[in-house]
């Protein structure tokens, strides 16, 4: 599903920035850019962010997300 259409952005994209460490709206915007331009997005993004919380998230690792696109 294309979550951010101003960056075409899906949700796998940013399901994976979250398990590379993303831990907030603004470390999946610097990943991908998602949610850095409109904003329209930012609910689902909040919503994906709160399901790894969910899952254990906020986990030990510190790995900074890499560029991905
Ligand atoms: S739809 Fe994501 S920033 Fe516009």
Redesign the pocket.
């Known amino acids: 599903m294309l ?5 075409a ?1 899906n949700e796998a994209v940013i399901r994976e920035c979250i398990a590379r460490g993303a831990r907030d709206e603004d470390d999946v915007a610097a990943a991908c ?10 609910p689902t ?1 909040w919503r994906l962010l709160g399901e790894g919380a969910e899952d254990g998230w906020p986990c030990q690792a510190s790995a900074r997300v890499v560029q991905s696109r």
């Open positions: 979550v951010c259409h101003c960056y952005v850019g998602a949610g850095s331009c409109c904003g329209s997005c930012m993004i």
